[in-house]
């Protein structure tokens, strides 16, 4: 009878399911000026045709994380409009570039499912492809969430956990066709380091910090239709606060991240990503890089750099876990990915 | 001598009189892409160009809402500068979608006019008219305000009360060209409730909320060229807050109505509206629409649903007026619209 | 070793450096939304492609000042960022106009060095041009910097004072290719007063006021990619406060100045201007403006007007110096400005 969504429980959930998530979405270049201007996002190829066309692309691209946000967020009423966790993600890769003018959706299919002893609750895994009006992937990325169960007395499914990669190998990254960084820009990139100036081990402090603004990450949110009411809901939990969705701290790191990592050009891959703390409006967010691996790639001029993305409410640097082997109560984001970096 | 506009006042108007309102406006996707960040709008055919032109329209259309508050921000300055009350709204109807890159502006007729009895004061009705670069009228309305009269000792003039409809009739909607839901694809647009799912009287509460920010709504209403000084001036008022215009409420109670009414896709006409009580930052706006009425219409597939839209910050749904028949304070909008739904 | 950008002191400044500013950015639709969502943006031309074409230009070009903000934006890291004050603009002229598709970049030369006494600083002028997609100069100014020394023991560099003009002549300023105001609409411009309207000595209140809110001026700055953590981390400054940018201040007042000077359609030179006084976010921004000067243009039923645009955050209008001949603490921005205007 209710016509309102009330979100899947765990029992709603079962092995080999396909969602098709609802609410397509048309790109325009009033996403992109809006990501740069929610974001200090300075990487040139996702700012400029120009630079873009210099590489090979027959445009810049949509930024990655834009389009990630807008895939992600056509999941979040089929997938964690009950969650109680958002405990990973896993396998992401980006496969083909997300131009102005496509229209992207969403499919989710669920591959792993396990009940939690407590029998109030469990953990669904699923691997969800955003696509284009093609019919073209454009995004692939694994998740899994804890969600409450409704009704207690069903049994528990049997337990399925899934064989998830920890890192998506090098040679599985798909390099965006045409992409060719022989004749990089490095002045109109904005910094002189390339694939080769960094090391395995290196930490980079971007120095920058944004404090949080509610319209701001509301505007964010609501612009990849991820409408979860913790995140716009002053009256939602007792402290009046709202949750700041968590990709809005992704973006928001990545974009600090340019100093000192303007030539990592494209993110490529999602590796693994912990929300380790919430954040709130009033945060005043920074972020660090630690360089976790390199490899070539078969493009020309183009070099892959893993790297790992901290952002943090305050302390130092370079502090990531406590003794106890947690995550120190200022770090928001732990996130492992791969990018793309001129030779 | 002044060259600044102070705004016309009650004897300024005359039976019969048009206006032609200032400022043209080209809308792209950056007004779409706006719009989804500053309400929570779901509704695929104004998200997606895929799933518009599955439904037989070129392109996905600007939202219906968002060419109202452009074709309504023009007549600001000529009708409500000096209102003391906006009154209500009737025969409202779309004519014809926007399209990204369409140039808009706004023309209205005068069409009743009645002085109060104290005498400082008066109420005028207009007819406005949106119209594109074609000249074609993309929709029109009637609304009233009450006007101060600047000058007391002018006569006033002779009472003429348009004669308005309660209701635009279902045989005046009119239906976008092209527009056919034959191969509606519900798990796209989020809801598999179809216009035979709906009775008359039946209600829904829409459940989300969304507390309001000042950045926010001086955003939305700046990007209607909407300049009105109480909804941005803090020191305008003597409490030292800003006035929400109530076009605001309006998208923002009509985007919530998402849940519960996903296959609502188009409004296309206005029957009638009363912003019941002001709001401010700070506000938490919920949702809950009651079915009023149901036709048939000649379009293939396409139903029309007139839905009452109530917004409200606070309080039970369903609850509109108390024992004195007055709204209660916790209503914000009372509006009443037909959209069209998939049969 | 540190990949990130520390920026320039004193001491990397040498007359004659040419230098190539980072991360070019192409235009859309999309930034000319925001441009309206940010400011009360009314100038007809830079809203609606169906006013500018039949003014004689292809489209409606982006605002002028989003065209200076983008191109200023680029030169903050090289130029501002320990920059101790920005001292002055001067021999601003717009070249070309701008269009949704264009990707601008910006080049700065060194044209005036001066160590200061102290030893521990100095001031730069540099001479800025943005570039298009084609190469094509569309706008050039001049603006000189406080900048910090960082190694006080380096020897002064030899002091030369570039030779700027208080003002640009009339016979300097560029009009835009095809422009004819014949046949300009008045209407729907927003008023009727034209360049013959206008005296010179003339000072009109602007009226309106924005209360200015932390989300907008982060969102403003952020989208012409300047990215000085002094207007983003509350952190930076004892008492909490973050600066907004100066340029912000000039499109709040520039866009208030719509009020009385709706005609003055594109600004097509900048002669000077001051931040006379910091600008925080809850300060309410009034404007004033004076005509300082008119003058004829080649160009048919085009004249060009010089205006003072001040902007305030209190006090009464008119006033700008106190008798100490410092601005009043109340005045944020002295602009002198040529725009032009329908005879």
Sequence with gaps: ???????RFFEDYALGDVITHAVPRTVSGGERALYHALYPARHALASSDAFAQACGLPASPL????????????????????????????????????????????????????????????????????????????????????????????????????????????NRLVIPEGLDFTDYDFALAGEPHRWGDYEVGEQIDHVDGVTIEEAEHMLATRLWQNTAKVHFDATNRDDGKRLIYGGHVISMARALSFNGLANAQMIIALNGGAHANPCFAGDTVRAWSEVLDKAETTAPGVGAIRLRLVAT????????????????????????????MPL
């Design 313 to 340: 409410k305050g302390g130092a640097p370079f502090q990531l876990r406590g003794d106890d082997g947690k995550y120190l109560p200022d770090v928001l984001l732990d996130l492992d990915y791969w990018a793309l």
């Design 63 to 170: 930024d990655d994380l834009a389009a990630f946000h807008v895939v992600f967020g056509k999941t979040v009423p089929d997938i964690s409009l009950n969650a109680l966790a958002n405990l990973g993600y896993a396998e992401g890769r980006w496969l083909r570039p997300v131009w102005p003018g496509d229209t992207l959706r969403s499919v989710s299919e669920v591959i792993g499912i396990k009940q939690n002893s407590n029998g109030k609750s469990g953990v669904v895994w699923v691997r969800t492809t955003g696509l284009n009006q093609h019919d073209e992937a454009v995004l692939e990325y694994v998740r899994w969430v804890m969600v409450r169960k409704n009704d207690h007395d069903l049994p528990a499914p049997e337990t399925v956990l899934p064989e998830l990669r920890n890192t998506v190998p090098a």
């Design 1 to 7: 009878m209710a016509k309102t969504n009330p979100g």
